[in-house]
Every structure is written in C-alpha cells, then in structure tokens.
C-alpha cells in the first residue's frame, strides 16, 4: 500500500508522536488497524481500531467466508484506507489470518482488498505461529517454554528458546470452532481437544521436559481470561500483559470459568460481550493444554502477530536493545525529561544509591527518566499520575515488584515517602526501600544545581568512610543552600550514614 503524504503539518495529531508504521491484521474474529509511534522496540499505539466482523464464522459449516461478514469487514477496511490516507501513512503492512487462508472465496476478498489499495499477504499458520512467537520474544528476551496464540479460526503453538523460535504448528481451534468441540460435557470436551492436540502431531516427546516451563498465552480471549484472573484475585495492577500465575492457579481460573456462563461473564467491566461468550469453551481448551504441555508457569502477552512484524523489521543492534528503557526513553523525552540528562542523574547518584539486591541499573535508570518526567506535571496532579505511570502504563520487559520499585522511586524524588499499601502488595519492604533511596539521590541531584549541567560537573556524591559526601568545588560553594541540607539529612537518615560536605578547590571535585 502505497499513499503519499499531502502535507507535513498535522495540527498536532496523536500529541506530538509521530505515526511511523501501520499494521491491518484481518483475523477470523475481528478486523484491526494498529498505527504505531515512537521506538519500535517499544512501540507506542497511537490508533488502536478494530471492527468485530467474524469473517470466519461459517468456515467449518460452508467453508466460505459469509457475505456479511465480508461486507463489515470492508466497510471497515475502505475507513482503515481512508485513514491511513489523510494521515499520510506510507509504511503500512496488512496480513490475513485463518479465515481468509482457509475459505474457499478468501481469494476473491484478497481481489476486493487491492481494490480499495491495500496490499495483503495472506500468511500460512506456520508464519502465523512464528510471528507470533517473535512478539513474545520481544516483549520477554529472555522467553523459553511454548507459545499458545488463540485466534477466532485457529490455535498456533511453537517453541521458544534462546531468542529464537521451532516446532511452529497451527490447530483448527479458533474460539469460532470451539463450540464444535462441547459434546454433553466440559470433560467431553476436554477430551475431544486433547485428542485434536495429539492429532495434529505436535510431539512433545522431542522436547526435554525443562523446556515447556511457560506457557506465554497470546490473543484477545486469552487477555480476556487474565483480566478476570486480576479481577478474581484482586491485583493492584491494571495492564494483563506480563501477569504472571502458577499453573495450578491456572488450572483453577480455568475450571471457573469452564463452569461459569457466557451471560454472567458479560456484566464485568473490561471484558467484552464477544469474549464472555468465548471465555466458558478458552477455559477448557487451556485445561487441555495445561494436561497436555504441563507447564510450571503461565505468562500472559498482549505482544503477538502484529508486535512481530515490527520485531521482525528492526535491525539486530535494535532487536537487542531494552525494551523497557526504550519506550519510557520516548515516553520521558516527550514530557520534557530527555535521556541525556536522566543518563547524567544516574550517573551522579550512582555511588550513593545504586542498585542493589532488589533492583537493576536498568530499572533505576528507567525510574530516574519518568520521575524527572513527573516534575513537568502540576504539582497538585503530580504524584498520582505518576505512581499511575509506573503501575499501570503497557511497559515492556518489566514485572510487578518492578513497577512498585518504579513507583517509590518517583514518590521518594517528590518526597512523598508515606507509599500506598499498592506497592507493598507487589514488593517486599526491603526492595521498596532500595527504590526509595534511589528517589532521594534523585531529589538532591536535580534540587542541587536545578538540573544544570554545570552542577553536575562541579560536585560529586558518594560514600566516604562510612558517611554521605558531598564533594563540591570551592566556586559553586553557595550552591549549597536549605533545601540541599534538607536533602542530604533525608538521604543520609534512609542510608543510616552520617553525612558531610566537603568543599574542595575547583578540578578536584572527582579527587584527581
């Protein structure tokens, strides 16, 4: 697809992210336009439209996609078009799953798809499962075990290790085709998913057993069943991607679900009426999948098929770069917090307050980047907004004991130390205390010299015979003031360490 772009302004569109790649995914079930921005490590969803068209809602009775089915999902495709066309999107990527591959008419829908000038490219499950498998890959580097994509006309599994992805397969069991499977029982029907999975030929026996220890759960209905996990269990964090259970919570999340109703699941907030009514058959296929691949842990990914084809495109010094520091990196950046200068603060609270047992580098420069970006909000929005970013914003590459180390650092540089009971549900006291220390280094670097570059090059913060020193050049004296003093005591009193200041001539700051 190829449109060119008509003008360069956009009156500020997307607040100041710039629309950088356009994914339509048309899958059996719904029908999707994602516009991206921002790194695409990380990216940022900038559009997110989709239209519930269920193009492969009568495959296994007629084998044909249904004509008004089809008719929907063009409706929504010409507007998708359209769009893409006033906003002068040019790299746009449009792939077609289960149903359009699978029924017989599916070529005549790709013929009426160039018409409208888009270009798709009809994939086979195996590309399917692999993609998908590449967007967990991104999203957890460090991913082994087997990845589950749940789609309206199919299920893909594939192995996944060491960055890299094997034994790709595709099942015909779509939440579309589930029903076909119920029998007078959810054991019945169990059994009969069971056997399909062992049909279809997908040996596990090959695979050691250590290996199938995560089951990363991609797809709609599948993000569905987390957000009633959360919901059951009453976790503070918002965000299903990344949540993380034991498979014999799973296995009893399932049995709930698998004898719950499609109508009672309706009336819960954030699961929509089309995923009730598939939530009830999901449940037991994953009670079959949990017999089957008997996985230790079961990890939810919001990252699939379309955070694949980003992954895939981007060169390998991008593929190996943190995720979770490039996306709060363009988050922060925007928000008047810039990588340099988070990069400088880190720097100097380094010897002070570094990671230590709870923590990473990476996780206190990433909390370094958004609470500098907090200090841009108004001070009475400030804090809660804040603690909301760390907690509840789609970051990648980081857990729940993570995101409360995030939030306490934020609240510690605004000297808020009083942490809400949230946090404490995430992380132990030990690993938010470490947070809070990085938060206090924090305040005293930015309040010292108000963030100026100079102020950075005339002083130096560490530990010195067992006291907090803060070595500052004989010039810069004065820069030393109350609020400094203030900050020093709070610091020094959370370290248990005395503390000095040490004024020394100009070009001994770093003791040379």
């Keep these: 697809m190829s449109y060119r772009r008509k003008r360069d302004d956009r009156d500020g569109a997307f607040a100041g992210s710039t629309p950088e790649r356009a994914i339509i995914d048309i899958g059996s079930n719904t029908v999707r336009l994602v516009v991206y921005g ?130 790709a397969t595709t099942l015909p069991l779509g939440t579309l085709r589930l029903p076909d499977y119920r029998g007078r029982s959810r054991g019945e ?48 964090l918002s965000d299903p991607h990344g949540l993380e259970i034991d498979a014999a919570s799973a296995a009893e999340i399932a049995a709930t679900l698998a004898g719950s109703e499609s109508e009672a699941l309706k009336g819960r907030e954030r699961i929509s009426a089309m995923r009730a009514e598939k939530l009830p058959d999901a449940a037991v296929l994953l009670s079959a999948l949990l017999v089957r691949l008997n996985p230790r842990r079961i990890v939810f990914s919001s990252w699939g098929l379309r955070e694949g084809l980003l992954y ?26 810039p990588v340099t200068l988070a990069t400088r603060m880190a720097a100097w609270t380094l010897d002070a307050a570094p990671a230590r047992t709870h923590g990473s580098e990476r996780l206190r420069l990433a909390a370094t980047m958004l609470a500098l970006a907090a200090m841009q909000i108004e001070p009475n929005l400030r804090l809660p907004q804040a603690v909301d970013w760390a907690l509840h914003k789609r970051w990648i590459a980081v857990d729940g004991k993570g995101r409360a180390m995030l939030a306490a650092a934020i609240a510690a540089n605004g000297n808020q130390l009083d942490l809400p009971d949230r946090l404490r549900a995430l992380a132990c006291d030990e690993a938010l205390e470490e947070a809070v220390r990085w938060g206090l280094a924090l305040r005293l ?60 001539p100009d070009g001994e700051v770093r003791g040379d």
Excluded: C
């Design 312 to 337: 895939d495109r981007l060169p390998d010094h991008s593929r190996g770069a943190d995720p979770l520091l490039a996306g709060v990196a363009v988050f922060a950046s925007q928000r008047g917090a």
């Design 189 to 236: 029907m169990r059994k009969s998913l069971d056997k399909a999975i062992r049909k279809a030929g997908w040996d596990l026996a090959a695979t050691p057993a250590e290996d199938n220890g995560t089951l990363y759960l991609v797809g709609g209905t599948w993000r569905a069943m987390a957000v009633f996990a959360m919901e059951l269990r009453g976790h503070p």
């Design 38 to 167: 921002g790194s695409m490590r990380a990216p940022m969803v900038l559009l997110n439209e989709k239209v519930t068209a269920k193009l492969g809602r009568e495959i296994a009775a007629t084998g044909r996609l249904a004509d008004e089915a089809v008719a929907l999902a063009l409706r929504g495709l010409r507007r998708f078009a359209l769009l893409l066309a006033d906003l002068g999107i040019t790299d746009v990527e449009t792939v077609a799953t289960a149903a359009v591959r699978d029924a017989a008419n599916g070529p005549e829908f790709v013929e009426e798809l160039r018409a409208i000038g888009l270009s798709p490219r009809v994939i086979t499950g195996e590309e399917e499962a692999l993609l998908s498998a590449h967007g967990v890959i991104g999203a957890f580097p460090d991913a082994r075990g087997i990845v589950a994509d749940l789609g309206g006309g199919s299920l893909e599994l594939v192995r996944v290790a060491d960055g890299g992805a094997s034994g």
């Design 445 to 504: 670097a930015r309040r010292l010299g108000a963030s100026s570059r100079r102020s950075f090059e005339v002083s130096r913060l560490g530990i010195e015979d067992g006291a907090l020193v803060l070595r500052l050049a004989a010039s810069h004296e004065a820069l030393f003031g109350i609020p400094t003093e203030k900050d020093m005591k709070l610091l020094a009193g959370r370290l248990g360490l005395d503390w000095r200041v040490a004024i020394v």
